[in-house]
């Protein structure tokens, strides 16, 4: 079948669809599932001796099909000991395994091992977190919440997931890699959209790696219509479509109040300690919480003073909700992380946001601040902390808050819309860090 198929590929379109139309059904079926007939040539390990294969790509480009064809074929050609890494546990089983590209998706029935052995579709035993197949190739299921859980287990090959997400990307990786010495030419295979994460670049300037790009474009021919007019549309030309439409590394912006390097020192595991006082910090918008509503969203942060006299950005709860809805959100939060007060923003809409707030639990510490100055200034002595490695991010999904806080520089915010985010981490941090010093800040009400 391959040999036919490929013989198909140089000839005249009428020659190809004459061959095809010859194939039986059974015929027909196997040539779906044929996956170096189909795929793009960045889709296609490269050739040669090399340890990590990089597929820096954008969103929507097949990155997920890659990996998934590329576990397959190493399972044809007898690799029996596989990782999954993933973001999340969720992640690894509703994309990886589960997902419309996953391994159960790419495999079927017919499969062969190299030598012709019968194969067939894997079992998935989700409580057991693995892939097994009739061979006896286990493909065993990893999450980078839980790094620690690849200490130990052995591998020969291992597909990573977006890479660039993953929380705890040093000590996952790190964990991955010591295991990675099975057989006589252990490999990896990373699909991801890039991010200037530290681990990231590291892996990229590394001796044994190879790259391949790609962009959201290259797959437009299986991309819906309405994906192409209305998400890119929207983001092309964008810093964020640059990164996640066309797979572009993007440096530091310039004059930036935190760098990327800066965020990583924040990201570096600490032991936490107990919390002197946890305040959620709020930064309001107009949004009505209405669909087609385009006001910015409504920053909600989650941050801690400790014992020790640092700062711990605990949680970014940002949300885009009605007033009844946010203010519910932020109170929740308090509550779970047994706050000690909301910290608001005041200018926008006055004595409305304490009412919303109020609304939700009368009895609520509600400390309402006026921005006075503007937010660059606000920003700034909140950054000084981070420069002296006393703000500390040990929340999970803090990524959009980073990007925000990578994108204001000291002319102003070049993200999009607004950075509620970070003035929402402002107001917390400005609260416990920096409140009674002579920053000229503030106006307190």
């Not at 793009?40 to 997920?64: E, Y």
């Not at 998935?124 to 999450?143: C, D, H, M, Q």
């Not at 919390?275 to 918008?285: E, H, K, L, N, Y």
Request: glycine share 10%; hydrophobic share 40%.
């Amino acid at each position: 079948m391959s040999s036919l198929i490929a013989s198909l590929a140089s000839q005249p379109e009428a020659t190809r669809r004459q061959v095809l139309a010859g194939l039986t059904d059974a015929q027909a079926h196997e040539l779906l599932y044929e996956w170096r007939e189909w795929a793009r040539p960045q889709q296609i390990a490269p050739d040669g001796d090399w340890q990590t294969w990089l597929v820096l790509a954008g969103r929507g480009f097949g990155k997920t099909r890659t990996g998934a064809e590329w576990v397959r074929e190493k399972v044809r050609a007898g690799n029996g000991r596989l990782a999954l890494i993933a973001p999340t546990a969720s992640d690894a089983r509703d994309v990886m395994v589960e997902g419309e590209s996953g391994l159960l998706a790419v495999c079927w029935a017919g499969d062969q091992t190299i030598d012709r052995r019968p194969l067939g579709r894997p079992i998935y035993e989700p409580s057991k977190r693995r892939v097994t197949w009739a061979n006896g190739a286990i493909a065993a299921l990893f999450s980078a919440e839980e790094p620690e859980r690849l200490r130990g287990p052995q591998h020969d090959s291992m597909w990573a997931d977006e890479l660039a997400a993953w929380r705890n990307d040093k000590d996952t990786w790190d964990m991955a890699m010591f295991g990675l010495r099975l057989g006589e030419a252990p490999q990896v295979c990373i699909t991801t959209t890039p991010k200037p994460t530290k681990v990231l670049r590291e892996i990229m300037a590394a001796a044994g790696t190879v790259i391949t790009r790609g962009s959201t474009y290259d797959n437009r021919a299986n991309l819906a219509p309405s994906f192409l007019t209305k998400i890119v549309a929207k983001y092309e030309g964008t810093r964020l479509g640059r990164q996640e439409l066309r797979a572009e590394m993007l440096d530091d912006v310039p004059g930036a109040l935190w760098t990327r390097e800066m965020i990583d020192k924040a990201r570096e595991p600490v032991k936490v300690p107990d919390m002197a006082r946890i305040v959620v910090g709020v930064d309001p918008s107009g949004t009505s919480g209405a669909e087609g509503d385009d006001s910015n969203s409504v920053g909600i942060v989650v941050a801690g003073r400790g014992v020790d006299g640092h700062g711990y950005v605990l949680g970014d709860w940002t949300c885009s909700l009605s007033p009844n809805g946010w203010g519910r959100r932020a109170v929740r939060a308090l509550h779970q992380f047994q706050g000690d007060r909301i910290v608001a923003e005041r200018n926008y809409g006055g004595a409305m946001v304490e009412s919303v707030i109020k609304a939700s639990d009368s009895k609520v510490p509600v400390k309402l601040v006026n921005a006075s100055r503007g937010k660059v200034i606000r920003a700034e002595p909140v950054a000084a902390l981070y420069e002296q490695g006393r703000i500390h991010h040990v929340g999970s999904d803090l990524e959009a808050l980073e990007d925000q806080m990578c994108a204001l520089t000291s002319d102003g915010f070049l993200g999009d819309g607004s950075p509620d985010r970070v003035d929402a981490k402002v107001w917390a941090l400005t609260e416990l860090m920096l409140t009674g010093h002579s920053y000229g800040m503030l106006a307190v009400a």
